[in-house]
């Protein structure tokens, strides 16, 4: 609620008018608030049908929505074994790699989302090269067994994986911990090239006079390369299970937060494993 207080009073832009306690109370209780939000999340129904299903006004979904997100985005990721323990920001997952040892792997992923207005600044920076669509990209980390480890750098579409983390400080992290080891596909060469000790990146292909020989060690070496890096695209699948990480049709400032939202709790079941 305090959270709550807090976003009302920024989207206002002064202190409350009414004294505290004043206005319509909750009609669903805080359990049904999560459910609700969760079910949302899930299936991204509409907030009417879901009033339908609890006899109330849509207004009332909505307002459920809007205090259980940002809690479930606020509570970071899910680590496997530690059971009270939850990683944060980037810093936090190159801690836990290098306290236990794990090699990370590191990928980029689009979801479609809604096109700006026409006329509206920048508009182009959503549209994905590769997709040839407006999206928003999110980078994943994952372990070798692809539990997800932290989701985040959410950027327009248009930006490079690689550019998108780069500005999360990911160079200066790696760095810090030069132990810290990493699988990555061709979109961070770049991060490759810099760390060539600590990332590894696909093979360059060989040029068009190579012979047979050369190019049957770079197959060899590119497939055993995406398949110690095929978790993290396990690690995505997962979360595109969940209806907004296919299409999102909401708004998009509501968009990080959703994503987060969901990304923190696919590592409660995979942690598991």
Not at 3 to 32: C, K, S
Not at 107 to 127: I, S
């Amino acid at each position: 609620m305090a959270r709550e207080d807090a976003r009302l009073r920024e989207r206002r832009g002064h202190e409350r008018l009414r004294a505290e306690g004043g206005g319509p109370d909750h009609i669903l209780v805080f359990t049904d608030r999560v459910i609700a939000t969760l079910v949302i999340l899930r299936f991204q129904l509409p907030h009417a049908a879901l009033a339908v299903f609890y006899g109330v006004d849509r207004s009332t979904i909505t307002r459920a929505v809007h205090e259980i997100r940002p809690l479930l985005a606020a509570r970071g990721f899910a680590v496997p074994g530690e059971s009270g323990l939850r990683l944060h920001t980037l810093a936090d997952v190159f801690a836990y790699a290098r306290t236990h040892g794990a090699e990370l792997r590191i990928d980029g992923t689009e979801v479609q989302v809604r096109r700006p207005r026409a006329n509206r600044p920048g508009r182009r920076a959503f549209v994905s090269g590769k997709r040839k669509q407006n999206t928003k990209k999110a980078t994943v980390i994952s372990d070798d067994a692809g539990r997800t480890l932290w989701t985040g750098a959410i950027r327009p579409g248009r930006m490079h994986d690689q550019t998108a983390l780069k500005t999360e400080g990911i160079w200066d992290l790696f760095v810090q911990n030069p132990e810290v080891k990493a699988q990555v596909d061709a979109g961070y060469r770049g991060l490759a090239k810099d760390f060539p000790k600590q990332v590894t990146a696909p093979p360059n292909k060989p040029g068009k006079n190579a012979g047979a020989d050369e190019i049957a060690a770079w197959e060899a070496a590119r497939t055993a390369q995406s398949s110690r890096r095929i978790p993290v695209e396990h690690a995505n699948a997962e979360h595109k299970q969940w209806r907004p990480l296919q299409r999102y049709i909401g708004r998009r400032e509501y968009y990080v937060e959703t994503h987060l939202a969901i990304a923190g709790l696919v590592p409660d079941r995979t942690a598991m494993r």
